[in-house]
Every structure is written in structure tokens, then in C-alpha cells.
């Protein structure tokens, strides 16, 4: 079995798929983390691992940049490989100014101004909450493991907003809060992943690092956007243990 854009066969991956955007995050920790791991998928590099942790079979796969990418990977790992739970780990920019780099965000609610519902399901749907069951585990997790958390809501955006002008951003965000929505911290995948675990009766959330901030000077470099995101994904794959 295959599908347009993922050639593992049904089995190849596991119930519970740990995802970052990057194919060489995917990559780096299935190497740094995994035992008797495999890649599974490498269709347009998109890297997929299966292997084991701490004895668990968990999926490491790639998602891409932006709604579209999450979109059609997550939407095929749930509806045509049996994948129960999927947990997006990545990068973030700060929307608040207590929020420092490499502090960790878990996602509660998450807000974006794309049509992706509309033109999927014809669903005129800007919000979805991500799952609480997997919420508690991450935060039970993060408190066993002396990780500190925030968890607090989210802006999925189709802009990389660093790019905005200082003008164009206030608009912006004076938008979003017109919502009645305040978020911590953007990112731009995890609408559509939550939005597919809704349709499908499956369950995801979102877990992000800070690595800018308009209340910064300074943001992480590309490699440490790449490797400096440890604390993050140990707290994905403890909380894998107990999916």
C-alpha cells in the first residue's frame, strides 16, 4: 500500500507519529533517539522513521512548511495508515514578551485566518482545540521531567510574520485580537493537523520552542533550529510512551 506522497506500507508506522516540519530534524532524531530504526518514506524527502523507543514503536515523519504540507501528510497518516495520535513538534515566534528563546509552548487552542476548512469540508471553521487527552500526558510528562511548560493558545499563520513590517503586523494582530483570540506564540502547521484529527476522530496537539520573538533582538540560528530543540522532542517521546 501507498499513497501519493508516502510509499510505507500499511504497518510501517506506528499508531503514535512524532512530527517536526524538517526532514533533517526527522532525521537527527531518529538517529539521536531511536533503536532499530528504519526510514519508511522518503517520497519528495520526506524522511519517515519507524523504530523503537524505550521499547515502543513510535514514527518519526516530516510534515513540510505550512497547511497545506501538514495537511495532505497528516490527513493520509490518518486515514490510510491507522495512526491514532500525532504530535507536531517545531519551531515558534513569541507573541507575548515574557516568553524568552527555547522556552516550550503547548498548544491549547489554536486560531487561523485560512480557509483550509472551508475549501476541505466546506466548513467555515477559523479555531479547533487540540486534544486534552494528549495534553495531560505532555503535562504530566513535563512535570516528572522537570521540563517547564506554557501552555497557552496559538496563531496558525500562512505568512512567515518575521517578514511583516512593524505597520503591516499591528494590523495584523489587532485583527486577530478583534476575535477575541490572544495568542502566545505562531506557528503555521498545526491548524490543519488539528482540524484532521477532528474530521477523523483522531487525536493530535501541537508542542513548539520559541526561536524568535518581536520582543527580541536575536533569534536562534538555523542550526539550532535544527538540533537545539532536545527538551521538546524528549517530552514528545515520553509522552509517546503513554499513548
Request: aromatic share 10%.
Amino acid at each position: 500500500m501507498s499513497t501519493p506522497h508516502n510509499e510505507a506500507n500499511l504497518g510501517d508506522i506506528a499508531k503514535t507519529v512524532i512530527m517536526p516540519g524538517d526532514p533533517l530534524r526527522a532525521k537527527y532524531i531518529a538517529e539521536k533517539f531511536l533503536e532499530d530504526y528504519k526510514l519508511v518514506n522518503q517520497v519528495r524527502n520526506i524522511y519517515a522513521y519507524t523504530g523503537k523507543y524505550k521499547g515502543k514503536e513510535i514514527t518519526i515523519m516530516a510534515s513540510g512548511m505550512g497547511m497545506p504540507s501538514m495537511g495532505i501528510y497528516s490527513y493520509e497518516l490518518f486515514k490510510f495508515y491507522d495512526v491514532e495520535n500525532i504530535i507536531r513538534i517545531g519551531s515558534c515566534g513569541a507573541y507575548v514578551p515574557d516568553l524568552n528563546l527555547f522556552d516550550i509552548i503547548l498548544s491549547k487552542s489554536i486560531f487561523t485566518e485560512s480557509t483550509y476548512a472551508l475549501s476541505f469540508h466546506n466548513d467555515n471553521c477559523h479555531i479547533i482545540n487540540t486534544s486534552t487527552e494528549l495534553n495531560e500526558n505532555i503535562k504530566k510528562v513535563a512535570t516528572e521531567n522537570n521540563i517547564n511548560l506554557i501552555e497557552g493558545d496559538t496563531l496558525c499563520n500562512d505568512v512567515f510574520d518575521p517578514y511583516m513590517t512593524q505597520e503591516d503586523f499591528d494590523k495584523f494582530i489587532n485583527r486577530i485580537h478583534k476575535q477575541n483570540f490572544y495568542p502566545l506564540s505562531a506557528e503555521m502547521e498545526a491548524f490543519a493537523l488539528c482540524y484532521n484529527a477532528q474530521m477523523l476522530n483522531k487525536k493530535a496537539t501541537c508542542l513548539m520552542t520559541v526561536v524568535d520573538s518581536r520582543f527580541e533582538t536575536k533569534s536562534a540560528t538555523s542550526q539550532e533550529r535544527e538540533k537545539g530543540l532536545d527538551n521538546m522532542i524528549k517530552l514528545a517521546l515520553e509522552t509517546s510512551l503513554k499513548c
